[in-house]
């Protein structure tokens, strides 16, 4: 079938089958049915789960060019939405009041996304303790009710796992706890 006139918010469920993707239409009553080109590549290895309450399971998972956030309802398991995380190097996924905030280490930035449509809101470099932008490997992201708590490895010559809290609104440190 061709893909010709296909509107976004006409899909109602997407499902991956090996390597053939599902589309389901609603606009039309059709079932489209493709295979990934050539380079992409998706899996259904979770990075990272984040939830808006009860209502919808946020879920990382690894792809080239782009990983993926799947939109799951939590109670029936059904995958409402999927759509492209900002690049292929996601390392952390959390709720906050309407938008998702993602990890890469692509580029050391924190991503807000709009948790609906995956449109990138903002960015920044979160900030060491001395004010510096944070070079180190992040390992995943959460939120303490008014900063983001991101997990990475500080190697400093002794190997160790490392909390940053961080400013939501500008990415500046407010804190961190290191344990080798």
Request: glycine share 12%.
């Amino acid at each position: 079938e061709s893909w010709s006139g296909l509107d976004a918010s006409d899909i109602q469920g997407m499902a991956f089958a090996g390597t053939v993707l599902y589309v389901a239409d609603a606009g039309n009553d059709k079932i489209y049915k493709t295979t990934l080109p050539h380079g992409i590549t998706t899996s259904q290895d979770p990075l990272a789960l984040a939830a808006n309450g009860t209502t919808t399971l946020y879920v990382l998972t690894e792809g080239t060019p782009y990983d993926k956030i799947l939109l799951v309802d939590p109670a029936t398991g059904a995958v409402s939405s999927v759509y492209n995380a900002p690049d292929d190097s996601g390392e952390g996924l959390t709720y906050v009041a309407g938008y998702l905030y993602y990890a890469s280490n692509e580029n050391n930035k924190i991503y807000k996304l709009d948790a609906t449509t995956g449109a990138q809101v903002a960015s920044f470099r979160p900030r060491s303790t001395h004010g510096d932008d944070m070079w180190d490997p992040m390992y995943g992201l959460g939120y303490d009710g008014s900063d983001l708590i991101l997990v990475f490895h500080q190697d400093s010559g002794q190997q160790e796992g490392c909390y940053y809290k961080i400013d939501i609104a500008n990415g500046d440190n407010e804190g961190e706890v290191c344990s080798p």
